[in-house]
């Protein structure tokens, strides 16, 4: 006899359906491993609000936060090496007080790092020893080799625009974020630390002097006169070279990304942690290498990373499955995969389907983006919930 193991739940009427017609083999809904949930910096700026979180965590069966304790360039805990969030009280620490209140329960914290992007307001920060007034080589410059530092924060961006990045070719940057997990992962007993924007700002970004110069000692040419065209068949170099060559430029890039996750994972093992290794990742594979320089597919194969998270968005129905379809089509370790799902842009009975849809195809780990406050207070979340926590057993 197959048990249903559920709350009072509100689930869509096809699976009613479904159910009532004994058409559930047994593996089709199993249990769900992961139960994640994003919590930005702005649910976590006092007690009370860590409190409503941790709350809703119990409530909701999660197990998994992802718990951000950096934003842009700073600190939601307490830190040697960047200033605090502007927004926090000096004298708290959301991460500790988090930590000490889960520390009897089940529910594991991942420290939510914010990694190349700096800086997106329309003010330039407060504190000084932010990085922002303090490395101008460490930003990321675009092909016409124009540098993030010159961007006039007051003035009015395009809406895709989302911030100040720091470059990865310069091995400055990379340092300097590798000080800061370690100060982290030493201070603090998190389970895991889970690494966003983990990448460039778009593929016409990466131009950093520091990437241009160890690149052309390596094969004497400058990438910009590769994407100018100067290097070219128009100018007597062979197809096959410019082919090469415009590889290589892509392989370079991506390479500094894989790089400062290896290095993560090296410090962990050098410190013996039992830390996991998760990256929000952008989740169309191929877009995510080839724009973003998210090489996501090769972390999970060399297991640099424990798992990444794929930030589908997506409010269209079919192209939410199609990243399912794909990631099927490739026969990824989906013990290393987690399904994202936003809250922000769809209607809880959208999310819900996706749910059950991602389920039936063998899905066994989610993450909500994000946990709200003013959406928890009217039990906006409550059917979604049902859905993630419903199994036949």
């Known amino acids: 006899m197959i048990n249903y193991t559920y709350r009072k739940i509100k689930l869509p009427l096809f699976v009613f359906i479904?159910?009532?017609?004994?058409?559930?083999?047994?593996?089709?809904?199993?249990?769900?491993?992961?139960?994640?949930?994003?919590?930005?910096?702005?649910?976590?700026?006092?007690?009370?609000?860590?409190?409503?979180?941790?709350?809703?965590?119990?409530?909701?069966?999660?197990?998994k936060l992802f718990y951000q304790v950096r934003y842009r360039g700073d600190a939601l805990y307490n830190s040697n090496l960047v200033p605090k969030h502007e927004k926090l009280d000096s004298l708290f620490d959301p991460l500790n007080y988090i930590l000490q209140k889960t520390d009897s329960t089940d529910i594991e914290i991942h420290a939510w790092f914010n990694t190349y992007i700096l800086w997106s307001s329309d003010k330039k920060p407060i504190d000084k020893n932010h990085l922002y007034f303090n490395c101008?080589?460490?930003?990321?410059?675009?092909?016409?080799?124009?540098?993030?530092i010159s961007i006039p924060l007051h003035q009015i961006h395009s809406k895709s625009w989302e911030g100040i990045y720091l470059s990865p070719l310069n091995p400055d940057v990379n340092t300097h974020l590798l000080n800061v997990v370690n100060e982290l992962i030493l201070n603090y007993k998190i389970h895991g630390i889970h690494f966003d924007y983990l990448r460039y700002q778009d593929n016409f970004y990466g131009y950093n002097r520091f990437g241009l110069n160890e690149f052309e000692n390596k094969y004497s040419i400058n990438p910009i006169d590769l994407k100018r065209g100067i290097i070219s068949?128009?100018?007597?170099?062979?197809?096959?070279y410019v082919d090469s060559m415009?590889?290589?430029?892509?392989?370079?890039?991506?390479?500094?990304?894989?790089?400062?996750?290896?290095?993560?994972?090296?410090?962990?093992?050098?410190?013996?942690?039992?830390i996991k290794v998760s990256a929000a990742v952008k989740p169309d594979i191929l877009e995510a290498k080839y724009r973003w320089y998210q090489d996501w597919?090769?972390?999970?194969?060399?297991?640099?990373?424990?798992?990444?998270?794929?930030?589908?968005?997506?409010?269209?129905?079919?192209?939410?499955?199609?990243?399912?379809?794909?990631?099927n089509s490739k026969n990824?370790?989906?013990?290393?995969?987690?399904?994202?799902?936003?809250?922000?842009?769809?209607?809880?009975?959208?999310?819900?389907?996706?749910?059950?849809?991602?389920?039936?195809?063998?899905?066994?780990?989610?993450?909500?983006?994000?946990?709200?406050?003013?959406?928890?207070?009217?039990?906006?979340?409550?059917?979604?919930?049902?859905?993630?926590?419903?199994?036949?057993?």
């Open 297 to 327: 597919e090769s972390w999970i194969n060399e297991d640099i990373i424990d798992f990444c998270v794929l930030m589908n968005y997506y409010d269209n129905f079919e192209k939410y499955n199609n990243i399912n379809r794909i990631i």
């Open 233 to 240: 068949e128009r100018f007597g170099y062979s197809k096959s």
């Open 18 to 63: 479904l159910l009532s017609l004994n058409l559930f083999p047994n593996t089709i809904l199993p249990k769900i491993v992961d139960n994640s949930l994003w919590v930005k910096s702005t649910s976590i700026l006092d007690s009370s609000s860590v409190d409503s979180v941790f709350n809703f965590a119990v409530k909701n069966n999660i197990n």
């Open 136 to 148: 101008d080589e460490c930003f990321e410059v675009d092909l016409n080799g124009k540098s993030d």
């Open 246 to 274: 415009k590889i290589n430029w892509e392989k370079f890039k991506s390479s500094k990304i894989t790089e400062f996750v290896r290095s993560i994972k090296y410090l962990l093992l050098s410190n013996s942690l039992d």
């Open 332 to 393: 990824l370790n989906k013990d290393k995969i987690s399904i994202g799902i936003s809250v922000f842009n769809q209607n809880q009975t959208m999310i819900s389907n996706k749910i059950l849809l991602s389920r039936f195809e063998g899905f066994k780990k989610f993450a909500l983006f994000p946990y709200e406050l003013e959406k928890d207070t009217i039990n906006w979340y409550e059917s979604i919930y049902n859905t993630l926590n419903f199994y036949i057993d």
